[in-house]
């Protein structure tokens, strides 16, 4: 068998999240269509995370196992799949692993940002591409990234994890995590070895109390320490969410602060 | 009556142009369908251009006549649409203007961009939101500049019409024209007193041709001269089609060169 490691981004505005679902289309499925079309079989695929309905990513991986009969060289499938793919997904890079690599299981880390559009007016080419708060508050940014950096380090994040997760063990390690502005865009860039269902959202919305002085950034050591999601903020909704970066190598993450 | 000039901005890429069809969402009905929620009633509204399934605009106009009894401020009206419009368009002002004001007919220019994505890998976030080349090729924005100036000044433009127009005269004044690069992303900007049925398309298309390097800037003058559509380029998709802004006042209009 040879096995591939895929790297590729797209909008998830128009699907129903990574994975296979009956009557809803996915990336999974537009991914092996276009694999179908190519290599003339369907595939099946491990993809880096399960990200949900409307989640976009900047960099995802997957990895797939093809029979040795299938040469191809790997930009050769790189150009067929982009010809193959709808235009809000789209295939970067493509090399050879190890036959017992797998997307997700070998994957040590993983960069998210959240992206929140801070404007009077919203802008009708972002929809679904940033969360657009309404209330025309300017976001504190540097209270944001104050809060944000008592992210940093290895903690039980029960609350910031949504209910219905099957996980025992709710302990992660942030590695980095900032908030920063550029122009009517206020990021949030979060880098740990795990992240648990929600998680994301979950800082994003409490990081979004901050910045709209709801919530003192003193806050977020005791809301981290009380393991209850009701003194966390809300879920934001998945437009604002980016997958940024996936790692597979130790020294590709951040230096633990 | 009451006159209202209502400025606003869409991405068009999920609607089926501005005017009111059968089985198609347009932006006149999700625009109407807000007016009714905020008003109470369904008002008639001349948009100022008959823009194509998947056109955008930075900047459209419309005028609106309701009845006097109908008091709310027009900043009470812009927030209340605002709050009602899907998040792909948005109002961004709202004034009162003379009874006899129509946004088609007082308007005397208009600008369009078309925005080219001259990657080697396209962008899934851009999807319907530029024109992506799939060649590969880098294109020569200083030639289709050079291209661009030929356009300039008061001309038939029959080459640069598609077929199935009802209008007699086509000539037609450009009063600015220029392309230029951002990055990934090439722009060609053209105002003028009026266009005529996917003239901005046609035109595009011709210098696509240019920065192709598949047809020569100083032949442009011919194929205007030539008034032969066939001689013309493509018609390049809606995608990257955006109209820009929409002048009703002489002293707005570029000085014509």
Do not use: W
Not at 18 to 33: E, G, L, P, S
Not at 56 to 75: E, F, G, L
Not at 138 to 146: G, S, V
Request: aromatic share 10%; charged share 20%.
């Amino acid at each position: 068998m040879r096995n591939l490691l895929i790297t590729m981004r797209f909008c998830g505005a128009s699907y129903h999240g990574f994975q296979v679902q009956k009557n809803a289309t996915t990336i999974t499925q537009v991914f092996q269509d276009a694999v179908e079309e190519v290599l003339g079989k369907r595939y099946d695929i491990k993809g880096c995370s399960r990200t949900d309905a409307g989640v976009h990513a900047n960099r995802y991986c997957i990895s797939m196992k093809v029979d040795d009969a299938c040469t191809v060289p790997c930009q050769g499938l790189v150009r067929g799949l982009n010809a193959h793919l709808p235009g809000d997904v789209v295939v970067l890079d493509c090399c050879e692993v190890e036959e017992d690599f797998h997307a997700r299981y070998n994957c040590l880390g993983k960069r998210y940002v959240y992206k929140f559009h801070n404007a009077a007016v919203r802008d009708p080419f972002l929809k679904a591409r940033v969360y657009h708060s309404q209330s025309g508050i300017i976001l504190d940014a540097e209270a944001m990234n104050t809060a944000a950096r008592h992210f940093l380090g290895s903690h039980d994040f029960s609350a910031f994890c949504a209910a219905g997760g099957s996980v025992e063990d709710k302990v992660r390690t942030i590695y980095a995590a900032q908030v920063y502005r550029e122009g009517d865009i206020v990021t949030f860039s979060v880098t740990g070895n795990g992240f648990l269902y929600n998680m994301v959202r979950i800082m994003a919305g409490t990081l979004l109390a901050v910045g709209q002085h709801r919530l003192s950034s003193d806050e977020i050591p005791n809301i981290i320490a009380g393991m209850d999601r009701s003194r966390a903020g809300l879920t934001l909704p998945p437009d604002g969410l980016y997958l940024d970066d996936v790692f597979y190598s130790p020294d590709q993450l951040p230096r633990q602060l």
